[in-house]
């Protein structure tokens, strides 16, 4: 994306997860700090270090009267004011630390400071270079409002020779620096689109299209009634005609198998398929939940449209699921995973999660969603997803 001169400096706070002298997480915060000087990126990069080490362990006891301790409060303040965020995540035991947890969760208290803004991770460790860290901080993001870039990801084996930090943590690996700045470039260009929200969303004036895909193929799916409601809802006035969903179905795939693609081309039913996904502007994934995850035929439809090139890339995306108590959201984490890779933008808000088989059941025999209180959560997500798209469309 081009960027004029004009455009104000981003503000990007960063934050370091270890707080030990010498981390080569924060020695990637000082490099990307002297790289944001650089002629690139205009002037419009300001990185800020935000020091978490001073925030105590939380304690709501120490809100008083709806106020924080000082440290707090300052901390705070400036998550508030930066423009975006990168995060210096090192990994502890398969995840984020206990400092970088800290802050995030201070931060989170009532109001939420913050909301509705990009950021970007970068992780340095052993061989997986921390990226285990990066899967749980994305999953917190999604509760605290926090639009990650998807690509370019960016972990660094720091301990194998020769080793790209000196004795002091600073990094001195030059293609390393290159992969860093390419990061530096992603979240400016995301930051720039995410903050166009009031100039692109007060009046839509363009229809979408919302490919739906549901990830049961049963008869009488509660997905399948998702999809169906949500398609009945978009001819609501409140869309004013701009969005139209098409259920698109995966079940004539056949399971991917790369001997299928023959000359460069695939079989006919998935270069329908991928011409749908190509064609669609973001999309709506109902996503039921199998053993924890995803559905097989849901992946199998993703990986076929994954293959070169990726039709996925780029888009908006929601998701909705159904099912028991947690009413199937522990298959979004994985679909949100995926969709990392696949550089597809879910919307973080709403979330939605629906028990099938609470009293009074929400879907009838046929599999109709017929609760009006789901009927309007789903109202919201569409709300959101049609914000969302029109956002990144922006560019």
Known sequence: ????????????????????????????????????????????????YIDISPLPMLNTDLEVNGTFPPA????????????????????????????????????????????DKAAAIVSAGGQWGGGRSHYHLRQIGVFLDIHFINKPEFYLDALTPPQPFDSDGNLIDEPSKERLKQVLLSLQSFTLLINKEEEFMEKPIIKLKVAALCGSLRKASFHRGLITSAIELSKDPIFNGLLEIEYIDISPLPMLNTDLEVHGTYPPPVEAFRRKIL?????????????????????????WASRPPNVWGDKAAAIVSA??????????????????????????????????????????????????????????????LQAFTLRLKAK
Not at 1 to 8: A, F, Q, R
Not at 279 to 287: C, K, N, Y
Not at 342 to 352: S, T
């Open 323 to 384: 099912g028991g108590d947690f009413g199937g959201g522990r298959s979004q984490y994985h679909l949100r995973q995926i969709g990392i890779y696949l550089d597809i933008h879910f919307i973080n808000k709403p979330e939605f999660f629906l028990n099938a088989f609470k009293s009074p059941m929400p879907f009838d025999s046929d599999g109709n969603l017929i609760d009006q209180s789901s009927k309007e959560r789903l109202k919201e997500v569409l709300l959101a």
């Open 279 to 303: 064609e669609a502007d973001s999309f709506l994934f109902a996503s039921p939940e199998y053993n924890y995850s995803v559905t097989a035929p849901l992946k199998n439809a993703m990986d």
């Open 1 to 48: 994306m081009e960027v004029s001169t004009l455009k104000p400096i981003i503000k990007v706070a960063a934050l370091c997860g270890s707080l030990r002298k010498g981390s080569y997480n924060y020695g990637l915060i000082s490099s990307a700090i002297e790289m944001s000087k650089e002629s690139i990126f205009k002037g419009l990069l300001e990185i800020e």
């Open 72 to 115: 707090v409060q300052a901390f705070r303040r400036k998550i508030l004011e930066a423009d975006s965020y990168i995060f210096a995540s090192p990994e502890y035991n398969f995840s984020v630390t206990a400092p970088l947890k800290n802050a995030m969760d201070w931060a989170s208290r009532p109001p939420n400071v913050w909301g």
